[in-house]
């Protein structure tokens, strides 16, 4: 049957492996057992082995798939990163691929990819970086191996509840950020916050690629549709489903939270704009009048009418004038200033002096 180890074909390379535990059909646990050994111990339908493989080298995860006779396209998925989250059905086993999440650097939201490949009562893990959840979870079955009483599915539920527990902190870091950004948004609008803003919309569009089809993964686990999976587990993947379904919502939430934001980054310039249009506009009324005086009284004439002094010091006077009454009229008529200060003075300085 595809998945068994059998005690000739037991690999025998020299690259250690980075954990292997394994549970005695007697109660026993035992850790570092050596590979050769495998296939001996796997006669016995009651035990339980976990091997965990940590940043091996390709060579080595293909010989040992081949080992546990794996379909060749398993093999390829074991030996290629960046996949989405799925799950397949082979004869013998099932093979998973789960992700979860690291503090974002920068403006990336790093994801921990891990392949898992669950047999009757075994279990093989792959991964081509150290991850903690799966140090936790290794040190759980250690100290407490109550699990493997059960199948080897628990091991499945301990790794994925520890990965998808890693999401809500990264989720809680994107809220802050969020939050944070809410307030510059309108504030500033720079340049610089419409790049962050969408950087933020990239990360969300990564996580939802994430969070959406591992839903289904273990909405799948949960049914009972495989018979690897002990039946008393389902309900331990359905918590897990639970969670992916409220991370699910905590995405969405974001990213209608950041598309709000968008609009209000470009509601906040438009009205910048018409702001300073407004402002031009007003200026350009307000020496309107004095451009015509200064134009009418610079043309040529047969006789200079300056030659009465009254009338150049009228022409000034109007033109000192004019704009006085053209501001007093504008702000009184609220074109000037945010029109909630009723004096006209302190409207017109937050007019020409605006707060940033």
């Known amino acids: 049957m595809r998945g068994r180890v059998s005690g000739e074909e037991a690999w025998s ?35 339980c082995l976990w091997v965990d493989l940590e940043d091996e080298p390709p060579e080595a995860v293909e010989a040992l798939a081949r080992r546990f006779a794996l379909h060749p396209v398993t093999i390829e998925d074991l030996l290629h990163r960046n996949q989405r989250p799925k799950l397949e059905e082979f004869e013998g086993y099932i093979f998973v691929v789960v992700h979860g999440l690291r503090p974002r650097q920068g403006e990336e939201v790093p994801a921990d990819e891990v392949h898992v490949v669950l047999g009757e009562n075994w279990i093989v893990s792959v991964h081509d970086r150290p991850i903690e959840a799966m140090k936790r979870a290794y040190d759980q079955l250690v100290a407490t191996p109550k699990p493997l009483d059960d199948s080897a599915s628990f091991i499945l539920y301990r790794i994925s509840d520890l990965l998808v527990d890693s999401y809500f902190p990264a989720l809680d ?28 919309k990239r990360a969300l569009v990564h996580l939802r690629k994430l969070v959406s089809p591992q839903r289904e993964v273990y ?23 639970d969670h992916l379904i409220r991370a699910s919502e905590i995405v969405e939430s974001y990213r209608d939270l950041v598309s709000n934001m968008l609009d209000a980054y470009l509601a906040t ?53 004019t704009p006085l009454v053209m501001l007093i009229w504008f702000i009184r008529s609220g074109w000037i200033g945010d029109g909630d200060d009723p004096r006209d003075l302190p409207r017109l300085l937050s007019w020409l002096y605006p707060r940033r």
């Open 13 to 47: 390379g020299d690259t250690p492996m980075q954990r292997i535990f394994y549970r005695h059909s007697d109660g026993k646990v035992e850790e570092g057992v050596e590979l050769a050994q495998l296939g001996e111990l796997l006669q016995d339908p009651h035990v």
């Open 219 to 241: 909405n799948a686990l949960s049914r009972r549709d495989y018979p690897h999976v002990d039946p008393k587990s389902a309900a331990y993947f359905r918590d897990i489903h």
């Open 269 to 321: 310039i438009s009205n910048r704009l018409n702001d300073v249009m407004k402002r031009l506009t007003l200026v350009a009324t307000i020496f309107m009048p004095i451009s015509f005086i200064t134009g009418f009284f610079g043309m040529n004439f047969a006789i200079m009418p300056y030659s009465w002094k009254w009338l150049f010091w009228a022409t000034i006077a109007a033109m000192a004038i």
């Open 173 to 200: 870091a994107l809220e802050e950020e969020i939050d944070d950004l809410e307030d510059d948004v309108v504030q500033r609008p720079t340049q610089e916050r419409l790049h962050q803003i969408f950087a933020l």
